[in-house]
């Protein structure tokens, strides 16, 4: 019997295969094969939320992949991720080829793998089961709630609010956190209060420090000492007295581990400790899931990575605790295993936290056979998980009271305080966090007994003042997310990352700022449709849905509930006047705007009029600044750096200083496609030499460049330095894509947190690495000695020499061409990689250049034929044209058709996702 199985990605698919057999035949789906299309109407409220779907283009491929495996098989497995989206990829794929009519006669099951390792993938095809429909329907309500969100929010901001992008479900109360934190930081006003601490010696001459804590018989708080002169008081009051050892206290306490990842906690830690976004941690722990080639054999290294679930299979605790006693000794294995409970409010806990397949494959083991970020997630899961199994640590703290005994009860009492870890227990490999300050080890204080008399050193007051509360990073924002409960493990990272995509938020020093965008469009919310951006009306909606996925509630009805009431407030907006927009934000926004100046000073005053008044304003590129005058004052302020650099306001050129060592000047210039960086002037008697021009990166605004930075970005490329294995040299630069480095023909894209000025060799080689990856190298052309490369591109993989290409056949692997076959698709379908256009264009401009000298050498002469002649060749055209259009019209009718029943010949496709992306709460 012939089965044909169905998961999501292309690495997966040949890893399964392999563990699966002949028998079997091994499909991706390649993320979601279906989607609604991004229009109005796909959603329809009055016909009990009936959903039109659209097979994308690559769906569509796929299906008729599947299709066609189908035929020779009996049985059809679905086989794609556990989770939610994974439900529901499936319920796609068996609805497309039921369209298809493709199951006629077979058989469909559901399987789920939890980690891709040849134990576990047996064991699952073992154990099938029935699509879970319940699952299905959290998807189709989230799916219809999120795409009923945008379609209908979006366009009210669109109208009432020019400028803006779009909002969503989720993102939206995430922004508003954001915003609402960036408020309270600007209101914020720092109080003063002050400390005094002691230098003491014991008895036996050792040094230690104590802090002031009572004083005339009254405990300090925070504030007790509020300013310079109390301070100086208590300072005086502890110089007069004379400290002897009152008490002494001593405790033991534990520290315990913590629980193994989830989804959630996994990108708080990467973030903390490695530095990685929401994304980049998905994005590579999707690919410690799906397998990684250990010496010629893919293997799953971790297991399912979107989870909020903390337990773990026996198996796995046993074989841990194992290691534990082989590796660390007895004394670090508790007497019996941990269990641990998530804490997080509406957590599913459907699957296992993130742990190792396979605990006896340590990090040093598979480093080699990683790259850089996976080697360091891997590890940091690694320790996470063998530490959550690992016997507590223990501490002994010592506090120390200091008072006079000759002043009572009214004596000043200073404390010194000590701990020292007594057993590391799990602190012996790992950490959580970034070493906060109670894992550190302060130290022990001398030995001391009551009643032995210090001798007292400086005494110093300290001056401190409150701080504002942080701003969020990613691991705080989706601590709080997940606290307060909106959104889901799938949801994170997409919505952060949607955040920055819409320019509504900035990562400054790895923390968010909102841009002034962002704020205007939260603020428009909060005042006109208050109850949908907030936190506990986001956080009962999930509740809500979460009984829908487990069965206890029906989808039709909860949307039924939510869409009453949201489309009741959107027809409330349908007289809102902009006007009223602009007085609302205006008045809400202003102290933000115009920062309070001098006393007796308006901060509104127009700055080149003196008589107007600025105010915010609304254009069809969004909200700015300008004066009451208008249009006798013309003074405007943008908001924040638009997108277009063009629209920047700054001078057409701008003069940063003088090159240090040729004296030529250094400017930044605007051009037709944005401002750039300029060094010297241009030769009008040498129109052949033109000046040093650099493209100014994106994200750093012209007016903020300096000089230093100026000239830093005119020197690239700059060397960084030479390949410890090829000996070729290395260089970083900045191209029409982005900052680069480059290794002879080979170049690897830098990321955003990349500075292309100081990036290093270290970091050089591990982006060419990924992009080495990618190219095969057969070897040397027995003719020039070049290499012969087998190179992954936009439309799949293909062999190139020199600047020959050649398109490799449809199903072949890049893994299987030999040289010989290299050679003679080169020689036979070569093509030359560059110079085709350049071709064309010198070919086109030589006959236009023929054609106008024949034009000057015969001048024609209309005459009345000639024009009657025109006229008929023109409508015969026009004929062959419209016949044409009918023709193709016709045609992609058909083909329309053929993708899916609910696809017209003008309905737009949307690319699948990949298979580390889910649908969930993907704004317009």
Known sequence: ???????ESPAKAKTINKYLGKDYVVIP??????????????VNPDEDFAMKWQTSESGAKQISKIVKALKDADELILATDPDREGEAISWHVRAALMEKKALTGKKVQRVTFHEITKHAILEAMQHPRELDQPLIDAYLARRALDYLVGFTLSPVLWRKLPGSRSAGRVQSVAL???CEREAEIEVFKPREYWSVTAQCTCPEGQLFQARLTHLAGTKLEQFSLGDETAAHKAQAAVQQAAFKVEAIEKRRTKRHPAPPFTTSTMQQEASRKLGLSAQNTMRTAQQLYEGVDLGGETTGLITYMRTDGVTM???AVEAI??????????????????????????AQEAHEAIRPTDISRTPDMV????????????????????????????IDQTAVVLADPTQGVGTPRLRATGSVIAFDGFLKLYREGQDSQDERESGLLPELAEGDSITLGEVVPEQHFTQPPPRYTEASLVKTMEDIGIGRPSTYASILGVLRDRNYVTLENRRFMPEDRGRIVT????????????????????????????????WHQVMGGFWQDFSGAVGQTSDLKISDVIDVLDADLGDHFFPAVAEGQDPRTCSVCHTGRMGLKLGRHGAFLGCSNYPECRNTRPLALPESADAVPMESEHLLGHDPETGEVISVRRGPYGFYLQRGEANPEDKKSKPKRAAIPAGISPANLDLKMALGLLSLPRP?????????????????????????????????????????????????????????????????????????????PYVQHDQTIANLPKETAMDDVTMEEALQLLAEKGKPLKGRKTTRKAATKKTTTSSKASSAAKPAKKTKATTASKKATAKKATAKTATRTTTKARTTKTTAKAATATTTAKGKTTSAPQSDTKADDVPF
């Open 1 to 7: 019997m012939t089965s044909v199985v169905v998961v």
């Open 29 to 42: 789906s390649i993320g979601h094969v279906r989607d609604l299309p991004p229009k109005d109407g796909s």
């Open 176 to 178: 508003r956190l954001i």
């Open 313 to 315: 299979a026996k198996e």
């Open 321 to 346: 605790r194992q290691h534990i006693g082989e590796a660390f000794g007895a004394a670090y294995r508790p007497e019996k295993p941990r269990l641990y409970n998530t804490k997080t409010k509406n």
């Open 367 to 394: 480093a080699g056979y990683l790259n850089a970020d996976q080697a360091k997630l891997y590890r940091l899961i690694w320790q996470r998980t063998v530490a959550a199994q690992m016997q507590s640590a223990e």
């Open 523 to 554: 603020t428009f919310l909060v005042k006109f449709f208050e109850r949908y951006v907030d936190t506990g009306f986001t956080a009962a909606l999930e509740e809500q849905l979460d009984e829908i996925s487990g069965g206890r509630a029906d």
């Open 720 to 796: 960084i330095g030479v390949h410890p294995e090829t000996g070729q040299a290395i260089t970083a630069g900045l191209g029409r894509f982005g900052p680069f480095v480059r290794m002879g023909s080979i170049y690897g894209s830098l990321s955003k947190e990349d500075d292309v000025l100081t990036v290093g060799l270290e970091r050089a080689l591990e982006v060419l690495a990924k992009k080495l990856a990618s190219i095969r190298n057969l070897g040397l052309h027995p003719v020039d000695g070049e290499p012969v490369m087998v190179r992954k591109g936009r439309f799949g």
